[in-house]
């Protein structure tokens, strides 16, 4: 069966009927008219007219075969079976989903085991790999084409087809496929169906098939963290990774030693609880592996740590109070430092510490400051509020009407509670807080503290003044609650942001790794490898990987083939414009020539049939 680019213009061969209509419009009809003279030339012309007949007949079959040729050639035919394919252009995609999956290599791999051994009976086979560009990999024979396989690798990055079909990649693509190739779009199709890059390269190209690669798994994708706690040297910790998926379990591997497995760990409701060991004070950068049968690309988390031995305590204060005394405490938790209120101006405030604010100061612009940039400031509501530079950072806590029922005392820490529990606050005075707002102190149902988050830090505000609570601060847990929530809150300034790959990056920020560096815009997907980063303000930020790139069980696109044999054209043909196009061509010369021909050899010896049948009237050879 034929096939052609433009099936459409085929219709332009109906054009043939032009030159028939002319042949049939032009004829000469001569009038017959009696004349005796004529008889003599009327058999001349009788018998030259069998000889005209046979030749316009071949011209018109002449013309009638160019105009029939010129419309093939516009309509681009390929005849299949005749020949080699002309062109085929493979589009294989390499995004993270075709990287290896447990101990599978992983879709990609497998096409390239194919391509290596596959005969391909084209002209030109061109490879183009689509990941967060469009690279052009070979162009050429088959044997160019398996030696570019080496270089066609997976990306660390989330994406899928369709992503080369807007924007510069779509030029790009469009570039290297041309016009009236068979191309092959193969993938996985996890991320697209890659409808919009058909659409784009279907009127481009003269066949166009979906190939699908791999097959859907389950797979279990590292999503984060939730909690890290406080990491004191040579102490065990803990971690909670937020996992979607299941997975058999974790490795884990500290700076830069070897993945080692880690007993213990338990799952539940998509939290996976790890249990750290013990470490010296100081950064380090974990990476852990979970165990799963699905997609090896989104298994690693790598995140930066601090183990601290003293967190840095800055206390202003007149007077010794409950928290003072409880931060005082410690010798082994805190480097502590109590100043009064005319000495803040001279003094540095804690670096990734805690400023306990317990008197009213003249620097409150500079505390807010600070707080905005990292920091924890533990102060009463009503002194806040009664700084003119402060009261902005509690302008959302707002009082309510009287008072509301207390009753016992919790912090939502099982073994404190035990203890604190015991004591009771009857009333507390009514507050309405904004959603943002984490209570860490009840009275009951009640909130008496609370912390909010202010730019990058924390502030934690005594909504009612302690220090009548008598029954609260006489428990011995009481102190070590306060010593807790202050290293553990200091400890999440120095918790990287998360972000995922894929997704809108949240602000505009120049991003460093090594010698790596790129800029990031606000909105703009971010298309970086899984991994620990550091922005502007050296700040981390883990790049975790895409969650949707993690979904391998989507159904295959309609349409879409599982084989190769299936994916290329019926023993595809060449494309035959360009011969036929050259045949018009020789057959409007040859119809020039062969009328030229015929004008002039006609023209001669139909006078000399008249010369001789006047001579022969004039000697009588003609018969009556």
């Known amino acids: 069966m034929i096939t052609a680019l433009h099936p459409l213009l085929l219709w332009g061969a109906t054009a043939i009927a032009v030159p028939i209509l002319i042949h049939l419009l032009l004829r000469q ?41 010129v419309a093939l050639a516009i309509a681009r035919p390929a005849l299949p079976g005749f020949g080699g394919g002309d062109r085929l252009v493979l589009v294989i995609d390499r995004s993270a989903s075709m990287g290896a999956r447990g101990s599978d290599p992983g879709p990609l791999a497998s096409v390239k085991a194919l391509l290596a051994t596959v005969e391909l009976d084209y002209r030109s086979v061109t490879l183009v790999g689509v990941a967060d560009d469009v690279q052009q990999f070979s162009v050429g024979s ?19 087809l369709e992503r080369a079909s807007t924007g510069e990649l779509a030029n790009q693509l469009t570039g290297f496929i041309g016009n009236g190739a068979d191309v092959v779009l193969i993938s996985d199709f996890q991320q697209d169906d890659a409808a919009q890059l058909t659409a784009l390269l279907t009127p481009r190209c003269r066949t166009l098939s979906r190939l699908v690669a791999g097959k859907q798994s389950p797979n279990a994708v590292v999503a984060g963290i ?25 490795e884990l591997a500290i700076d830069d030693g070897a993945y080692l497995p880690i007993s ?14 013990p470490m010296s004070a100081g950064s380090h950068n974990l990476r852990l592996r979970l165990i799963d049968t699905g997609l090896l690309y989104d298994n690693i988390l790598e995140l930066p740590i601090q183990v601290r031995a003293q967190v840095p305590i800055l206390a202003v204060s007149d007077h010794t ?27 540095p405030m804690p670096n990734d510490g805690l400023l306990a604010l317990r008197t009213p100061v003249a620097d409150g612009k500079r505390i807010a400051d600070w707080l905005r940039t990292g920091g924890v400031l533990w102060a009463p509501l009503a002194l806040l509020r009664a700084d003119q530079d402060l009261r902005e950072l509690v302008s959302d806590i707002r009082d309510g009407d009287g008072q509301r029922p207390g009753g016992a005392y919790r912090t939502g820490q099982t073994d404190i509670d035990e203890v604190l529990g015991v004591g009771v606050r009857e009333s507390v005075p009514s507050f309405t807080l904004p959603t943002s707002t984490t209570p860490v102190l009840w009275a009951g149902e009640a909130p008496l503290m609370v912390r909010l988050p202010i730019g990058g830090g924390h502030l934690i505000v005594e909504l009612t003044d302690l220090v009548p609570d008598e029954s609260l601060r006489a428990r011995g847990t009481f102190p070590l609650w306060i010593n807790r929530l202050a290293r553990r809150v200091t400890a999440e300034l120095a918790m990287p942001t998360f972000w995922q790959a894929g997704q809108p990056a949240a602000s505009n920020t120049i991003l460093r790794r090594g010698a790596q560096s790129l800029s990031v815009i606000a909105g703009q997907p971010l298309l970086l490898a899984p991994g620990a980063w550091l922005n502007k303000d050296q700040r981390a930020i883990v790049v975790v990987p895409s969650q949707t790139e993690g979904i391998l069980q989507q159904d295959v696109p309609r349409g879409a083939v599982s084989t190769f044999a299936e994916a290329l054209p019926k023993r595809p043909g060449s494309d035959w414009s360009l011969a036929i196009a050259i045949a018009a061509l020789m057959a409007a010369v040859g119809e020039g020539l062969f009328a030229a021909w015929a004008g002039k050899a006609y023209g001669s010896r139909s006078d000399h049939a008249a010369a001789n049948s006047g001579e022969n009237f004039k000697t009588g050879n003609i018969a009556a």
């Open 142 to 160: 088959t044997n160019d084409l398996r030696t570019a396989l080496g270089r066609l690798d997976v990306s660390e990055l989330p994406g899928g």
């Open 226 to 250: 939730t909690s890290l706690g406080d990491l004191r040297p040579e102490q065990p910790g803990e971690l909670v990774m937020l996992v979607t998926g299941e997975a058999s379990g974790v």
């Open 264 to 277: 213990g760990a338990t799952t539940a409701a998509g939290r996976l609880h790890v249990a750290l060991p």
């Open 29 to 69: 009809r001569p009038r017959p008219r009696p004349w005796a003279a004529m008889r003599w030339l009327l058999a001349a012309a009788q018998a030259a007219q069998r000889r005209y007949r046979l030749t316009n007949l071949l011209l018109l079959f002449l013309r009638c075969l160019i105009v029939l040729l």
């Open 321 to 347: 109070d409950y928290l003072i005394a409880s931060l005082m405490a410690d010798d082994a938790a805190f480097n502590r430092k109590i100043i009064q209120a005319p000495a803040l101006a001279a003094e």
